[in-house]
């Protein structure tokens, strides 16, 4: 299988040594990599005007061309110990719009080199690369990924009561608890469109490393307030995150009960 690495000189005069450079490591390219070349050349100076009337076509072939490619390699000059503007604007370019970030950058790997006639190598150019770069594939990766696990009531299981209205479990706290030496999960339940508080449940889990192992949640009161948790008494150690047999127990910021565990 051949790899395909799409390199991009940040430079478009004719004797540019990035563009050389370019050449160069065509030459070194080890066997299965197949170095191919994206000009700059095209590439409009970036405007919200232009982008909103249509992506350029320069812009869109350049996308393409990364989208394709197995990994990309930015050869970059050094401009003024950074990078050259006329190289930023173009990957700029790259992330518009930002819906097509994933398809475009998503977990693409990228080399960056260069050439300058200075001592550095383009050391500074290079090192401002990383943070855009960094932007880059943090905007087209997803913030969180949801855990491999089961949810807190098996699918497998009826969790609606055939209602076509709202019904989930939510705002909830987690909290070791000393005594039952268990995780310790209060949730909401809300059955409606206004999040009307149907009641409060809890579950129990021994790790929080594996989201399985949660019980499926059983009803502890009907009603009650929104955002249900405990704050353990024990002198030094009661927190919101720790707490024993007895512990006051909290309802939208407020306490007015205690609450006891049982095993
Ligand atoms: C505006 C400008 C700023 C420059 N600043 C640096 C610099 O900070 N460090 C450096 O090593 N070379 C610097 N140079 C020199 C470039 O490395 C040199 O012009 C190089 O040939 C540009 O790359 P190219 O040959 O691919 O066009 C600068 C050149 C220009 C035009």
Do not use: C
Request: glycine share 10%; hydrophobic share 40%.
């Amino acid at each position: 299988m051949t790899v395909t690495i799409l390199a991009i000189a940040g430079s478009v005069r004719a004797r540019s040594y990035n563009r050389m450079l370019v050449r160069a490591a065509i030459e070194v390219a080890p066997e299965g990599a197949a170095i191919e070349t994206a000009s700059i050349e095209d590439i409009p100076l970036y405007n919200g005007d232009l982008e909103e009337a249509g992506v350029p076509a320069a812009v869109q072939d350049l996308k393409n061309r990364i989208a394709g490619a197995s990994g990309v390699l930015l050869v970059t000059p050094e401009y003024n110990n950074s990078l050259p503007g006329v190289f930023k604007n173009a990957i700029d370019w790259t992330s518009r719009p930002s819906t097509d970030m994933a398809r475009v950058w998503g977990g693409r790997p990228v080399g960056v080199i260069g050439a300058t006639p200075g001592l550095g190598g383009t050391n500074l150019a290079q090192a401002v690369w990383l943070p855009v770069l960094r932007t880059a594939d943090e905007a087209a990766s997803p913030a969180w990924v949801y855990p491999a696990g089961s949810p807190l009531v098996a699918a497998t299981r009826p969790f609606h009561d055939g209602s076509p209205a709202a019904d989930v479990f939510w705002g909830p706290s987690v909290h070791w608890n000393t005594y039952l030496e268990q995780y310790v999960m209060l949730l909401n339940r809300a059955k409606n469109d206004q999040f009307g508080q149907e009641g409060i449940y809890v579950s129990y889990s021994p790790t929080l490393s594996d989201p399985s192992r949660w019980t499926a949640p059983v009803k502890l009161m009907s009603g009650g307030e929104w955002y249900p948790q405990v704050i353990g008494e024990e002198t030094g150690t009661g927190t919101d995150r720790m707490a024993g047999r007895r512990a006051r127990f909290f309802m939208t910021g407020r306490s007015d009960r205690w609450i006891e565990f049982e095993r």
